[in-house]
Protein backbone atom coordinates (compact mmCIF):
# COMPACT_ATOMS: atom_id res chain seq x y z
CA UNK A 1 0.00 0.00 0.00
CA UNK A 2 1.28 3.15 -1.05
CA UNK A 3 -0.12 6.37 -2.13
CA UNK A 4 0.59 8.11 -5.93
CA UNK A 5 2.96 10.91 -5.47
CA UNK A 6 2.94 14.37 -6.90
CA UNK A 7 5.84 14.66 -8.19
CA UNK A 8 7.20 11.49 -7.50
CA UNK A 9 10.50 12.54 -5.51
CA UNK A 10 9.88 16.05 -4.45
CA UNK A 11 12.43 18.38 -3.23
CA UNK A 12 11.95 19.62 0.34
CA UNK A 13 13.03 23.02 1.99
CA UNK A 14 13.32 21.05 5.41
CA UNK A 15 13.43 17.59 6.96
CA UNK A 16 10.47 17.81 8.97
CA UNK A 17 8.22 17.96 5.48
CA UNK A 18 10.20 15.09 3.98
CA UNK A 19 9.62 13.32 7.14
CA UNK A 20 5.72 13.78 7.32
CA UNK A 21 5.82 13.25 3.28
CA UNK A 22 7.11 9.86 4.08
CA UNK A 23 4.63 8.48 6.35
CA UNK A 24 1.61 9.47 4.36
CA UNK A 25 2.86 7.71 1.64
CA UNK A 26 3.60 4.67 3.18
CA UNK A 27 0.65 4.76 4.99
CA UNK A 28 -2.09 6.21 2.80
CA UNK A 29 -3.72 3.80 0.08
CA UNK A 30 -2.53 2.99 -3.28
CA UNK A 31 -5.81 4.97 -4.70
CA UNK A 32 -5.11 8.54 -2.77
CA UNK A 33 -3.06 10.90 -4.44
CA UNK A 34 -0.69 12.82 -2.31
CA UNK A 35 0.99 16.14 -3.63
CA UNK A 36 3.65 17.99 -2.19
CA UNK A 37 4.60 21.82 -2.73
CA UNK A 38 1.32 22.59 -4.06
CA UNK A 39 1.88 26.07 -5.86
CA UNK A 40 -1.67 28.10 -5.53
CA UNK A 41 -3.19 31.44 -5.85
CA UNK A 42 -5.82 33.60 -3.76
CA UNK A 43 -6.31 37.19 -4.22
CA UNK A 44 -3.74 37.64 -2.01
CA UNK A 45 -1.08 36.43 -4.54
CA UNK A 46 0.78 33.15 -4.03
CA UNK A 47 0.27 30.45 -1.10
CA UNK A 48 2.07 26.84 -1.32
CA UNK A 49 0.73 23.57 0.63
CA UNK A 50 3.19 21.57 2.10
CA UNK A 51 1.44 18.80 1.41
CA UNK A 52 -2.26 18.20 0.00
CA UNK A 53 -3.65 14.49 0.33
CA UNK A 54 -6.63 13.89 -2.05
CA UNK A 55 -8.54 10.42 -0.55
CA UNK A 56 -11.13 9.07 -2.67
CA UNK A 57 -14.40 8.01 -0.29
CA UNK A 58 -12.54 10.25 2.56
CA UNK A 59 -11.91 13.37 1.59
CA UNK A 60 -9.17 16.46 0.71
CA UNK A 61 -6.19 17.69 3.27
CA UNK A 62 -4.26 20.39 3.17
CA UNK A 63 -0.99 20.06 5.47
CA UNK A 64 1.08 22.93 6.56
CA UNK A 65 4.24 21.81 8.17
CA UNK A 66 6.36 23.17 10.62
CA UNK A 67 9.91 22.28 11.89
CA UNK A 68 11.43 22.68 15.41
CA UNK A 69 9.70 23.04 18.69
CA UNK A 70 6.21 24.53 17.94
CA UNK A 71 4.60 25.75 21.06
CA UNK A 72 1.14 27.68 21.69
CA UNK A 73 1.58 30.70 24.59
CA UNK A 74 -0.67 31.75 26.87
CA UNK A 75 -2.28 34.50 24.25
CA UNK A 76 -3.33 31.74 21.61
CA UNK A 77 -0.37 32.64 19.85
CA UNK A 78 2.03 29.92 18.20
CA UNK A 79 5.51 29.89 18.21
CA UNK A 80 8.68 27.85 16.49
CA UNK A 81 12.07 27.34 18.33
CA UNK A 82 14.92 25.97 16.48
CA UNK A 83 18.79 26.53 16.48
CA UNK A 84 18.22 29.80 14.53
CA UNK A 85 15.75 31.69 16.99
CA UNK A 86 12.31 31.64 18.38
CA UNK A 87 9.54 33.44 16.20
CA UNK A 88 5.99 33.70 16.25
CA UNK A 89 4.19 31.37 13.61
CA UNK A 90 0.48 31.04 12.28
CA UNK A 91 0.19 27.57 10.93
CA UNK A 92 -3.36 27.57 10.89
CA UNK A 93 -3.81 29.97 9.05
CA UNK A 94 -1.25 29.04 6.19
CA UNK A 95 -3.01 25.86 5.98
CA UNK A 96 -6.56 27.34 6.13
CA UNK A 97 -5.71 29.97 3.42
CA UNK A 98 -4.47 27.09 1.10
CA UNK A 99 -7.82 25.17 1.33
CA UNK A 100 -9.95 28.39 0.51
CA UNK A 101 -6.98 28.55 -2.31
CA UNK A 102 -7.59 25.24 -3.51
CA UNK A 103 -11.03 25.89 -3.28
CA UNK A 104 -11.53 28.99 -5.11
CA UNK A 105 -8.95 27.67 -8.51
CA UNK A 106 -11.64 24.80 -8.75
CA UNK A 107 -14.44 26.72 -8.17
CA UNK A 108 -12.57 28.79 -11.57
CA UNK A 109 -11.24 25.83 -13.46
CA UNK A 110 -13.60 24.96 -16.34
CA UNK A 111 -13.22 21.03 -16.18
CA UNK A 112 -14.01 20.76 -12.57
CA UNK A 113 -17.61 20.19 -12.11
CA UNK A 114 -17.94 17.99 -8.99
CA UNK A 115 -18.83 21.37 -6.67
CA UNK A 116 -17.60 21.32 -3.31
CA UNK A 117 -16.31 18.88 -2.21
CA UNK A 118 -15.02 17.84 1.59
CA UNK A 119 -11.66 19.16 2.06
CA UNK A 120 -10.12 19.95 5.93
CA UNK A 121 -6.95 22.30 6.70
CA UNK A 122 -4.56 20.09 9.20
CA UNK A 123 -0.89 21.44 10.83
CA UNK A 124 1.62 18.60 11.42
CA UNK A 125 4.45 19.46 14.12
CA UNK A 126 7.00 16.18 13.96
CA UNK A 127 9.19 17.34 16.28
CA UNK A 128 6.54 18.49 18.73
CA UNK A 129 4.45 16.66 21.10
CA UNK A 130 1.39 18.67 22.07
CA UNK A 131 -0.61 17.59 25.08
CA UNK A 132 -4.25 17.51 24.53
CA UNK A 133 -5.51 20.23 26.17
CA UNK A 134 -2.98 22.81 24.31
CA UNK A 135 -6.02 23.91 21.79
CA UNK A 136 -7.44 26.97 20.70
CA UNK A 137 -10.94 27.55 19.07
CA UNK A 138 -9.18 27.98 15.32
CA UNK A 139 -7.17 24.70 15.95
CA UNK A 140 -8.61 21.58 18.16
CA UNK A 141 -6.00 18.88 19.00
CA UNK A 142 -7.78 16.65 16.11
CA UNK A 143 -6.10 19.37 13.29
CA UNK A 144 -2.63 18.43 14.53
CA UNK A 145 -0.50 16.16 13.62
CA UNK A 146 2.45 15.99 16.39
CA UNK A 147 5.81 13.85 16.58
CA UNK A 148 3.50 11.08 18.56
CA UNK A 149 0.58 10.98 15.87
CA UNK A 150 3.15 10.23 12.50
CA UNK A 151 2.86 6.63 13.26
CA UNK A 152 -0.53 6.61 12.06
CA UNK A 153 -0.58 10.14 10.05
CA UNK A 154 -2.88 9.00 7.56
CA UNK A 155 -5.47 7.58 9.89
CA UNK A 156 -5.15 11.08 12.03
CA UNK A 157 -5.50 13.14 8.67
CA UNK A 158 -9.06 10.98 7.79
CA UNK A 159 -10.19 11.63 11.30
CA UNK A 160 -9.66 15.25 10.92
CA UNK A 161 -11.54 15.59 7.58
CA UNK A 162 -14.41 13.16 8.48
CA UNK A 163 -14.77 16.57 11.01
CA UNK A 164 -16.34 18.37 7.50
CA UNK A 165 -19.91 16.97 7.81
CA UNK A 166 -21.83 19.32 5.45
CA UNK A 167 -19.98 18.66 2.08
CA UNK A 168 -20.35 15.68 -0.51
CA UNK A 169 -17.14 13.28 -0.18
CA UNK A 170 -15.26 12.71 -3.34
CA UNK A 171 -14.96 9.16 -4.85
CA UNK A 172 -12.21 8.29 -6.97
CA UNK A 173 -13.52 10.10 -10.43
CA UNK A 174 -13.45 13.07 -8.06
CA UNK A 175 -9.74 12.56 -6.89
CA UNK A 176 -9.08 11.50 -10.68
CA UNK A 177 -10.57 15.09 -12.09
CA UNK A 178 -8.54 17.24 -9.48
CA UNK A 179 -5.10 15.20 -10.48
CA UNK A 180 -6.20 16.65 -14.00
CA UNK A 181 -7.35 20.17 -12.97
CA UNK A 182 -3.73 20.75 -11.00
CA UNK A 183 -1.14 19.28 -13.19
CA UNK A 184 -3.05 18.50 -16.76
CA UNK A 185 -4.07 15.24 -18.47
CA UNK A 186 -2.06 13.47 -21.72
CA UNK A 187 -3.50 13.44 -24.89
CA UNK A 188 -6.06 10.49 -25.27
CA UNK A 189 -5.98 7.81 -28.17
CA UNK A 190 -9.32 8.85 -29.20
CA UNK A 191 -7.99 12.41 -29.65
CA UNK A 192 -5.09 11.13 -31.23
CA UNK A 193 -7.19 9.19 -34.02
CA UNK A 194 -9.73 11.89 -34.32
CA UNK A 195 -7.00 14.46 -35.25
CA UNK A 196 -7.57 16.78 -32.12
CA UNK A 197 -3.96 16.65 -31.53
CA UNK A 198 -3.65 19.03 -34.51
CA UNK A 199 -6.78 21.75 -33.44
CA UNK A 200 -4.49 21.63 -29.79
CA UNK A 201 -1.65 22.40 -31.39
CA UNK A 202 -2.68 25.51 -33.60
CA UNK A 203 -4.44 26.86 -30.42
CA UNK A 204 -0.83 26.72 -28.70
CA UNK A 205 0.44 28.44 -31.44
CA UNK A 206 -2.33 30.69 -31.51
CA UNK A 207 -1.67 32.02 -28.13
CA UNK A 208 2.14 31.85 -28.24
CA UNK A 209 1.88 34.48 -30.95
CA UNK A 210 -0.38 36.49 -28.64
CA UNK A 211 2.03 36.55 -26.23
CA UNK A 212 5.07 37.05 -28.35
CA UNK A 213 2.87 40.59 -29.02
CA UNK A 214 2.90 41.54 -25.66
CA UNK A 215 6.25 41.09 -25.37
CA UNK A 216 7.25 43.23 -28.64
CA UNK A 217 5.38 45.95 -27.30
CA UNK A 218 6.56 45.98 -23.82
CA UNK A 219 10.14 45.71 -25.05
CA UNK A 220 10.99 49.61 -24.42
CA UNK A 221 9.72 49.53 -20.76
CA UNK A 222 12.07 48.79 -17.76
CA UNK A 223 9.56 47.60 -15.09
CA UNK A 224 6.56 45.87 -15.98
CA UNK A 225 3.75 43.88 -13.88
CA UNK A 226 2.16 41.02 -15.70
CA UNK A 227 -1.14 39.72 -13.75
CA UNK A 228 -3.62 37.22 -14.81
CA UNK A 229 -5.03 33.42 -13.65
CA UNK A 230 -3.86 30.37 -13.76
CA UNK A 231 -3.15 29.19 -17.29
CA UNK A 232 -3.41 32.62 -18.85
CA UNK A 233 0.63 32.59 -19.39
CA UNK A 234 2.42 34.06 -17.41
CA UNK A 235 4.99 31.91 -16.86
CA UNK A 236 5.43 31.47 -20.64
CA UNK A 237 5.94 35.46 -20.96
CA UNK A 238 8.81 35.05 -17.70
CA UNK A 239 10.88 32.72 -19.44
CA UNK A 240 10.16 34.36 -23.08
CA UNK A 241 11.25 37.41 -21.89
CA UNK A 242 14.36 36.31 -20.08
CA UNK A 243 15.22 34.54 -23.18
CA UNK A 244 15.52 37.35 -25.20
CA UNK A 245 17.30 38.91 -22.92
CA UNK A 246 20.21 36.31 -22.83
CA UNK A 247 20.18 35.84 -26.33
CA UNK A 248 20.75 39.70 -26.48
CA UNK A 249 23.69 38.57 -24.26
CA UNK A 250 22.80 40.47 -21.15
CA UNK A 251 23.17 38.99 -17.95
CA UNK A 252 19.42 37.73 -16.60
CA UNK A 253 18.08 36.07 -13.22
CA UNK A 254 14.80 34.73 -13.75
CA UNK A 255 13.48 35.04 -9.89
CA UNK A 256 10.44 33.23 -8.36
CA UNK A 257 9.32 33.45 -4.12
CA UNK A 258 8.13 30.24 -5.00
CA UNK A 259 10.52 27.03 -4.31
CA UNK A 260 8.25 24.77 -6.08
CA UNK A 261 7.67 27.68 -9.13
CA UNK A 262 11.57 27.96 -8.99
CA UNK A 263 12.06 24.01 -10.08
CA UNK A 264 10.11 24.40 -12.63
CA UNK A 265 11.88 27.49 -14.18
CA UNK A 266 15.14 25.35 -14.11
CA UNK A 267 13.62 22.88 -15.92
CA UNK A 268 11.91 24.89 -18.68
CA UNK A 269 15.29 27.08 -18.87
CA UNK A 270 17.16 24.14 -19.33
CA UNK A 271 15.42 22.77 -22.47
CA UNK A 272 16.88 26.15 -23.93
CA UNK A 273 20.07 26.34 -26.10
CA UNK A 274 22.90 27.38 -23.86
CA UNK A 275 23.15 30.94 -25.34
CA UNK A 276 19.89 31.57 -24.64
CA UNK A 277 19.63 30.72 -20.70
CA UNK A 278 19.27 32.76 -17.80
CA UNK A 279 22.76 33.19 -16.10
CA UNK A 280 20.57 32.48 -12.74
CA UNK A 281 17.37 30.81 -12.33
CA UNK A 282 15.89 29.52 -8.71
CA UNK A 283 14.43 31.72 -5.48
CA UNK A 284 15.12 34.92 -5.10
CA UNK A 285 16.58 33.61 -1.39
CA UNK A 286 18.68 31.67 -2.94
CA UNK A 287 20.28 34.38 -4.94
CA UNK A 288 21.00 36.41 -2.12
CA UNK A 289 23.06 33.26 -0.60
CA UNK A 290 25.36 33.03 -3.67
CA UNK A 291 26.15 36.37 -3.04
CA UNK A 292 27.11 35.96 0.84
CA UNK A 293 23.71 36.42 2.63
CA UNK A 294 23.17 34.60 6.01
CA UNK A 295 21.23 31.83 5.57
CA UNK A 296 18.26 31.98 7.70
CA UNK A 297 15.86 28.76 8.61
CA UNK A 298 13.69 27.20 6.20
CA UNK A 299 10.75 27.67 7.87
CA UNK A 300 10.63 30.83 8.40
CA UNK A 301 7.26 32.29 7.85
CA UNK A 302 8.36 35.35 6.05
CA UNK A 303 9.54 33.31 3.56
CA UNK A 304 6.99 31.76 1.24
CA UNK A 305 7.43 28.26 0.36
Given at each position: ????????????????????????????????????????????????????????????????????????????????????????????????????????YLDQHPRWSAG??????????????????????????????????????????????????????????????????????????????????????????????????????????????????????????????????????????????????????????????????????????????????????????????
Open positions: MAARCIPEQPSFASDAERVVWERLREQLPDDAVLFANRRLTDRDGDCEADLVVAWPDVGLALVEVKGGHVALDVDGRWHQTDRHDDRSVDPVLQAQRCRYALREHVRAQHVVAFPWTRVPEDRVTTDCPRWRVLDQDDLAHAARQVAAAVAQVGHERVPDAGDVALLVECLVGRGVSQRELLAGEVDAHETQVDLLTEQQAKVLDYIAALRRVEVRGGAGSGKTWLAVEKARRLAKDKQRVALLSYSRGLAMYLRARCDQLPQRERPAYVGTFHELALTWGAERGPDDDPQYPT
